[in-house]
């Protein structure tokens, strides 16, 4: 069962403009929920959890249980936040990570 | 510190033919992780392991083994490599199950 969806494969938007790449999940427990980011030729790295409730690189997500959603935003995009994101969800234990399909995102000049 | 770091880069197999994908970490970490992906997927899980000597199986076990003989080294062996196996393979360790860090990875091609 597809634990985590990710509707968009590609995402462009213009330097300055408002971002958010979707995300939605299904499970039943209390989950974990965390985006990662794999910037060009870098190492999959994780940006942000959902338990942390901080922003990093201007980036926030909220976790809405009744929309079973955590969308990433960023109400500035910049250039360097070109890259492929995954958003990943854990049950717990050994916090094994259910991941999407990614968004890549393009910030055009 | 290094990190994370897998051999080989990358490697060509004929079908049939066996190999191990070497990975391991210098942060002491006690859980180890095999993912795969595939073209246009998500990371899937192989394998994990909580601690030397103990291992599990994940998502998509078939076709693979592993081995947690010291905190450091967690080894992926492929028996008998398919046109299937064909993919991305990341592995990833943390302390505690907390934040993974993830390895380059490893391009395997079999033909």
């Known amino acids: 069962a597809q634990r985590v969806t990710q509707p968009e494969k590609l995402l462009s938007v213009f330097k300055g403009a408002p971002v958010e790449l979707k995300c939605n999940y299904s499970?039943?427990?209390?989950?974990?929920l965390f985006w990662y980011v794999q910037y060009s030729r870098q190492r999959l790295q994780l940006l942000l959890r959902?338990?942390s409730r901080e922003s990093i690189k201007g980036f926030t997500a909220d976790l809405n249980k009744g929309e079973t959603s955590f969308h990433l935003k960023k109400p500035f995009a910049q250039e360097e936040d070109s890259a492929m994101y995954y958003c990943?969800?854990?049950?717990?234990?050994?916090?094994?990570?259910?991941f999407g399909t990614g968004t890549r995102l393009t910030v055009i000049p | 510190n290094a990190g994370v770091t897998q051999t080989p880069k990358f490697r060509i197999l004929k079908i049939g033919q066996s190999m191990t994908l070497q990975c391991a970490q210098d942060m002491n970490h006690n859980y180890m992780y095999w993912y795969r992906q595939d073209p246009g997927m998500g990371l899937k899980l192989i394998y994990y392991?909580?601690?030397?000597?103990?291992?599990d199986k994940g998502e998509v076990p078939n076709g693979y083994n592993v081995s947690r003989s010291t905190t450091e080294d967690f080894p992926l062996r492929l028996e008998l490599a398919a046109p299937s196996q064909t993919s991305v393979y990341f592995c990833?360790?943390?302390?505690?199950?907390?934040?993974?860090?993830f390895g380059p990875g490893t391009r395997l091609l079999v033909l």
């Open positions: 990943a969800l854990s049950e717990g234990g050994a916090n094994n990570l259910f």
């Open positions: 990833a360790s943390s302390y505690g199950g907390s934040t993974q860090y």
């Open positions: 392991s909580v601690g030397a000597g103990i291992t």
């Open positions: 959902h338990i």
């Open positions: 499970y039943s427990g209390s989950p974990e």
